[in-house]
């Protein structure tokens, strides 16, 4: 997105907002952030009503008064309900600009809870199930399910790792991991029917990132289970089975349901989202270099003399493999030029993967300030609300 100077306007339902770049960032999940992103006409629309290039204007057909709440709560951190505007009015605001009920006041999200319960008698019931299921700091009952899947989680995957022992291979061994195995896998079954039956959207629950993963960690299991029960327990397609071993490993996923829990790993996740065009300039930046110091280095340590030539630089794609480890500093030894023009590559192949590998981590690193700081704000106002709520 182009920006004229350090600020833009917003024009919502025609009241205009001065807006500088730095506060647009301030909540990396809200519109406002999104926009602020944006690198092409198309993309910005798709955020905007409508968009004036010459006057760096967005216009946007939304409630004008909430929106300057909206405002005061991204410069000061604290949102509260407009005086005289229904609760739920302005609650699908906050949703239109990013926002979740989480981000109000623990008074306002009582008013909230309490006036969604008027209108929609099951509405109450169904958001504290999936509060329950997927805000683990939003009750006590959400903080103790939450530990449960945790010690689930880790059960099976200590129970992955055993099994690929020697000393695990025996019947009654076996027999026990499959016991253990069954328990968790229909835990996180349940966890996931449950889950999905109070979503408020199942298209986009489907769609999420973390579900798809659920997905692929408990799907291998029953398709393992029907591949045995139709081949038979030691038949020759279970002994030579490498797509059921394959899918077997695929159960490592389940260690990604983790970040569910934890928020380090939500802010990882997160940030590579954000920073995606960073992380694609960062591939192409390491693929220009390597197809450059590979050719040189096939040419100078085996082109030049093909017969005495160093045979670990026989080709160009093997010498991808040295130019790899040297640009990341990790050098395993396996392969090192022997001749002084490919040591002296070899160190200017050093220095440029430093660089290289450098200038992306400045925009990688305040994104992630940006994203943990609304995810501890976030998780800071649930906890306070679980503990407003346990008072009471």
């Known amino acids: 997105m182009k920006f004229g100077s350090s600020f833009c306007t917003l ?11 730095e506060l647009m960032k301030r909540l990396p999940l809200s519109r406002l952030s999104r926009l602020h992103r944006c690198v092409s006409e198309s993309e910005l629309l798709e955020l905007c009503d409508d968009y004036d290039r010459d006057r760096n204007e967005f216009f946007f057909d939304r409630h004008s008064e909430a929106f300057s709440f909206i405002m005061l709560y991204v410069q000061h951190g604290k949102l509260r309900f407009v005086p005289h505007m229904c609760e739920l009015s302005f609650y699908n605001e906050m949703l239109y600009w990013g926002l979740e009920s989480s981000d109000l006041q623990p008074c306002c999200q009582r008013r909230l809870d309490d006036r969604m319960s008027d ?14 299921f997927e805000e683990p700091t939003s009750s006590l ?56 039956l109070v979503s408020r959207d199942k298209c986009e629950f489907v769609r999420r990132p973390l579900n798809i993963i659920d997905l692929l960690a408990i799907t291998p299991y029953y398709i393992s ?34 970040a569910r829990h934890f928020m380090g790993l939500q ?5 590579l989202r954000r920073c995606y065009r960073e992380m694609v300039m960062l591939l ?44 990341t500093t990790v050098g395993y030894g396996d392969m090192y030029p022997v001749t002084v023009a490919g040591r002296v590559l070899g160190g200017l192949c050093v220095v440029s ?21 609304e995810l501890k704000v976030r998780s800071a106002r649930c906890t306070h609300s679980l503990s407003a709520d346990f008072m009471n």
């Not at 339902?13 to 500088?20: H, K, L, T, V």
């Not at 209108?119 to 329950?132: A, D, G, H, V």
């Not at 993967?353 to 700081?373: D, E, N, R």
């Open 353 to 373: 993967g430093i660089v290289l590998l450098a200038l992306p981590i400045t925009f990688i690193y305040h994104s992630f300030v940006q994203c943990y700081h």
């Open 141 to 196: 009952a959400a903080q103790i399910l939450a530990s449960v899947s945790v010690l689930f989680v880790v059960i099976s995957m200590v129970m992955l790792c055993a099994s690929t022992l020697p000393d695990w291979k025996t019947t009654e061994t076996l027999d026990q991991h499959r016991i253990i195995e069954a328990v968790c896998i229909g835990w996180f079954t349940a966890e996931c029917i449950v889950r999905f």
């Open 267 to 271: 802010t990882l996740g997160l940030t």
């Open 225 to 258: 289970v029907t591949v045995t029960i139709l081949t038979g327990e030691n038949s020759q397609l279970q002994r030579a089975g490498v797509t059921l071993r394959v899918l077997r490993i695929m159960r490592i996923f389940w260690v990604i349901k983790l």
């Open 119 to 132: 209108c929609f008698p099951q509405s109450r019931w169904l958001e504290r199930m999936r509060r329950t």
């Open 11 to 21: 024009n919502v339902g025609g009241r205009r907002f001065s807006c500088s770049a």
């Open 284 to 327: 192409v930046f390491i693929c220009v270099a390597m197809a450059i110091f590979s050719a040189l280095a096939q040419l100078l340590e085996h082109g030049l003399d093909l017969e005495t030539g160093n045979q670990d630089y026989a080709s160009i794609p093997a010498a991808c493999w040295w130019v790899i480890i040297s640009m």
